[in-house]
């Protein structure tokens, strides 16, 4: 099984993260932000990924740290759960249709870690999540989980629509890219020989 647990303290947040990348899709993730919740839900379900987070920020502060170093934390359990990431795709991509909405994500789990995020959201808030911090989000966990990330909303009018769809088409192109590919089980998917 590849799984890790990652525990991540400091003087503004205190974390502990399971994943299971071999797992059903079962969560059970309490950050304090009911929204950003709500997305790791999606994210976990989504990609088949077991997910366990528990977060406790200094949202008396605001949300930014609780945000982002809840993205480095789920990033660098993802990481150690790959290990040498021997058989892996790597590769993986999505498109998530939510109503109006759709978006497309494509990924490389190429420890070159960068991001690319386009989407826009009218509001300031989705529940009580800072819609600045959604971007913020995935930056954090890209470059902790060493992965190439592109997500782009093509359109949608809903922003919980538009956020939900970021997450979702996240889930299903990371379900794909860490599969392990039957073919090539016993090597590293890269000329390079690591990734």
Known sequence: MRTALIQRKT???SIDVEVNLDGTGL???STGIGFLDH???Q???HSLIDLKVRTIGDLHVDQHHTTEDTGIA???AVLKA???KKGITRYGHAYAPMDE???RCALDISGRPWLVFKADFGTPRLGEWDTELIEHWF????QAAGITLHIENLYGANNHHVVESCFKALARALRVAVEIDARKADAVPSTKGIL
């Open 43 to 45: 994210l976990s379900r």
């Open 39 to 41: 997305m790791l839900e």
């Open 74 to 76: 789920i990033g660098e």
């Open 101 to 103: 909405t759709l978006t």
């Open 82 to 84: 790959l290990g040498d």
């Open 139 to 142: 930056h954090s966990f890209a």
């Open 27 to 29: 969560y059970d993730v």
């Open 11 to 13: 003087s503004e947040t």
